[in-house]
């Protein structure tokens, strides 16, 4: 059930029961959507997890949304799901499934990805390496429950606004973001590496134009960040299947180091929280400005 409330004298916020929440920009609108696909902590009842709640908490990319809460002063959307990425993984194909946590063959043919491997597919094997999230085989009906009721509406909110922002402004610029430890683990790509402060996917300029990238990119960099592309992470579902640069909709993936914001053994919020915060406000700044030289706007 959608419930939609005031939140700002010019904005609003709406909630759909455990799938997502939407705030709407607080000044002039503009075709950019900031998204939030693995900082949900709404647990369904149905989860059934045997893993430790601590370790289940652990995975998701937290306090994201509250980085970013300023950009909708910017004139920015912001999406965040609200369910958990150990519930579902929204940044992965539903055929990227790892049948061997089925109690039956998945019956449109599984397509396990190569992040199945280390147990990171649709349905998430490992919490941490060695820790299973379940004790039991999940049955193939839980699985698409899941899918019906969680992944695809928040799939089609964000093909909704990217397609409205085409509609009403002849283009869409799309930040999927996340957050990323400071050093790859065993369940990466990059094992023990320690990585740049954020990174930037675009799998390999195709889901966005490359200017976007570069804006973006930019913006960090003459904030005094270090920035790495497409290096660990060159973005997954959500920028393969809503990234359309060819008619105009720009999609790009965004890893924020948590180190820069968060005590990363205890997961809580750093002394430097408050000044990334801003920096985001910047940063959101700075891609409004790139914006309104693309579209024509007001």
């Known amino acids: 059930m959608l419930r939609t409330m005031s939140a700002h004298p010019q904005g609003r916020e709406e909630i759909r029961d455990g799938v997502f929440f939407r705030s709407e920009p607080v000044s002039d609108e503009l075709p950019i959507l900031f998204e939030l696909p693995q900082s949900g ?20 990319s937290p306090y994201v949304e509250d980085l970013l809460a300023g950009v909708v002063e910017s004139g920015c959307t912001l999406l965040q799901a609200l369910f958990p990425m150990t519930y579902i993984n929204a940044n992965r194909s539903p055929s990227d499934i790892d049948e061997t946590i089925l109690d039956a063959p998945w019956p449109t043919g599984a397509e396990p990805s190569p992040k199945v491997a280390i147990g ?16 039991r085989k999940l049955t193939v009906a839980e699985i698409q429950h899941r899918i019906d009721t969680y992944y695809e509406p928040y799939h089609l909110e964000i093909q909704s606004i990217l397609s409205g922002f085409r509609t009403r402004f002849g283009g ?15 369940m990466s790509p ?16 195709t889901t966005s134009d490359p200017a976007f990238r570069d804006c973006v990119a930019g913006l960090l960099k003459g904030m ?37 914001f968060l005590d990363e053994a205890s ?6 929280y408050g000044r990334l915060a801003a920096d985001m406000s910047r940063l959101a700044d700075g891609i409004a400005a790139f914006v309104r030289e693309q579209v024509s706007v007001g």
């Not at 359309?244 to 720009?250: K, L």
């Open 120 to 135: 990171i597919g649709l349905i998430q094997k490992w919490a941490r390496p060695g820790v299973a999230i379940y004790d």
């Open 190 to 205: 990059d094992p023990g590496r320690k990585r740049a402060d954020f990174c930037i996917g675009d799998r390999d300029g």
């Open 41 to 60: 902590t709404v647990y369904p009842n149905d989860f059934s997890a045997s893993a430790p709640f601590s370790d289940l908490h652990f995975l998701i």
């Open 267 to 272: 997961n809580e919020p750093s002394d430097n």
């Open 224 to 260: 005094g960040y270090s920035v790495s592309i497409n290096d660990p992470f060159k973005g997954v579902e959500i920028v393969r299947r809503h990234g359309r640069p060819s008619e105009g909709i720009h999609s790009i993936q965004m890893e924020i180091g948590r180190g820069l």
């Open 172 to 186: 869409a610029w799309h930040i999927d973001t996340h957050c990323m430890g400071s050093y790859g683990s065993s």
